[in-house]
């Protein structure tokens, strides 16, 4: 089993930045791609970014290609978002999402949720 615990959310005007952390704890952690995920109120979840086990292999939504950048830390069992110039409609809750065998977008192939941390932009 594997447990993640996302921070670094928070409320930032327009523009700026922020970066989100997800730390896992429990066995395997290198062995899985992990992922973003972000979902708005009245909205379904929606795929962000992703990385491969390796961390050589990285996949973004359209929506932030550019702007975001997803690393990870196999020695400390860490996985980042940078997200630069941000957009009111970046706001959402997002999820650290992990156990995926490759780099894929769909929530189905993600065994692993965090419980969220929210983002909130303003104009």
């Known amino acids: 089993q594997v447990q993640l615990v996302e921070s670094g959310g928070g409320l930032v005007q327009a523009g700026g930045s922020l970066r989100l952390s997800c730390a896992a704890s429990g066995r395997a952690f290198s062995s899985y791609a992990m992922g973003w995920f972000r979902q708005a109120p009245g909205k379904e979840r929606e795929f962000v970014a992703a990385?491969?086990?390796?961390?050589?292999?990285?996949r973004y939504a359209d929506s932030v290609k550019g702007r975001f950048t997803i690393s990870r830390d196999n020695a400390k069992n860490t996985v980042h978002l940078q997200m630069n110039s941000l957009k009111p409609e970046d706001t959402a809750v997002y999820y650290c999402?992990?156990?995926?065998?490759?780099?894929?977008?769909?929530?189905?192939?993600?065994?692993?949720w965090g419980q969220g941390t929210q983002v909130t932009v303003s104009s």
């Open positions: 990385i491969s086990w390796s961390g050589g292999i990285t």
């Open positions: 999402a992990g156990g995926a065998m490759w780099v894929r977008t769909p929530t189905s192939d993600y065994n692993y």
